[in-house]
């Protein structure tokens, strides 16, 4: 089915994004912490790509477990960078072949060792492989979108401007960067339904489970820190536990008060975790 479909009716759609275990885990480990997340009952769950195509096979299997196996409507994530027509071709018709039907392509990151002239040979932003993707195949398309603005970009009305554009030419849906103050994400959907980009917005949020993964976070892409989640680094920086209550309260919240305005979907973050997720499915009422 196309998830963009899912999004025609009135409730939040709810996802949830996971990854493949890197190539020296076994791949059975994320199937342990898919029987525990289908229990939750999303209505979709993303599973993430390399950036030049590494551990690829595995996203795809992946991916086909989640549909064929879960039966749970899946989102196969697909980078451009570093990649040729040809390679594409192989995940998308691979994609096919597992009764997949819903991609979020995406530009990627330049991986250690390339420079930026091999890196965007034949695709140089996601606009190029979104129009790829829609002129040779009937995918339903996602594509990312950025709140704060793309860690590259210091313009964010220009940022939003190449937003349209890589919607124009074929994206179903959007799903956001993280990001810890929803002040933003409100100012953010205003600008873009100026630009007239009218498709749904699911937003991506990532609960914060320890200080290290917030400073790697923010200094990946570029998200600012409340004064709130000041705090709670600063107060419980030191105390595992405290700091992953304390984490999960505040995601809890932000997607309580998204709910409240309206989203059109929820896209959670689990890191490969299940516990904390359901957590706070639980505490916004999303899970009994
Ligand atoms: P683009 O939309 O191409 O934008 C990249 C930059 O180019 C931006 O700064 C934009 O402003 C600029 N730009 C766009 N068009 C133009 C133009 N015409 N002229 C000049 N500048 C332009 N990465 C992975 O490797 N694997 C994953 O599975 C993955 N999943 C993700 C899921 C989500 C929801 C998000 C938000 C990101 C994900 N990423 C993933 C990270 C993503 O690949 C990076 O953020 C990457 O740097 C940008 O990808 P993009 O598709 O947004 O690029």
Same mark, same amino acid.
Do not use: W
């Given at each position: ?131 790829? *993707? &829609?002129?040779? %195949?009937?995918? @339903?398309? #996602? /594509? ?5 603005? !793309? =860690? ?61 993964? *917030? &400073?790697?976070? %923010?200094?990946? @892409?570029? #998200? /600012? ?5 000041? !705090? =709670? ?56």
């Amino acid at each position: 089915m196309h998830i963009s479909n899912l999004f025609n009716r009135k409730k939040a759609v709810i996802s949830f994004e996971i990854f493949p275990p890197k190539p020296d885990y076994p791949i059975e480990t994320i199937y342990k912490t898919l029987e525990k997340l289908k229990d939750l009952s999303p209505d979709f769950i993303s599973v993430t790509y390399g950036a030049g195509g590494s551990n690829r096979e595995r996203t795809v299997e992946i991916a086909s477990t989640v549909k064929n196996k879960y039966d749970i409507e899946c989102l196969s994530h697909l980078t451009c960078v570093c990649s040729s027509q040809a390679d594409i071709d192989i995940v998308l018709d691979d994609l096919k072949r597992n009764n997949i039907e819903n991609v979020l392509a995406l530009r990627g990151d330049i991986p250690q060792g390339y420079d930026a002239n091999e890196a965007f040979m034949e695709y140089q932003y996601a606009a190029n492989l979104i129009s790829h *993707i &829609k002129a040779k %195949t009937d995918f @339903c398309i #996602a /594509a990312a979108a950025y709140p704060e603005g !793309h =860690i590259e970009s210091n313009d964010l009305d220009k940022d939003i401007e190449y937003l349209k554009q890589k919607v124009d030419v074929g994206v179903d849906f959007l799903i956001t960067q993280l990001f810890f103050d929803n002040a933003l994400f409100y100012s953010f959907r205003e600008k873009v339904l100026k630009a007239d980009i009218t498709v749904p917005i699911s937003i991506g949020i990532m609960p914060v489970l320890n200080v290290n993964q *917030i &400073k790697r976070i %923010t200094t990946l @892409c570029g #998200a /600012a820190i409340p004064t709130k989640l000041a !705090h =709670i680094m600063a107060k419980y920086g030191d105390h595992k536990d405290d700091f992953e209550k304390a984490g999960i309260e505040y995601a809890s919240s932000q997607v309580e008060d998204l709910l409240h305005n309206n989203v059109d979907g929820i896209h959670l973050y689990t890191m490969n975790k299940s516990k904390q997720i359901k957590q706070i499915m639980h505490h916004c009422g999303l899970v009994t």
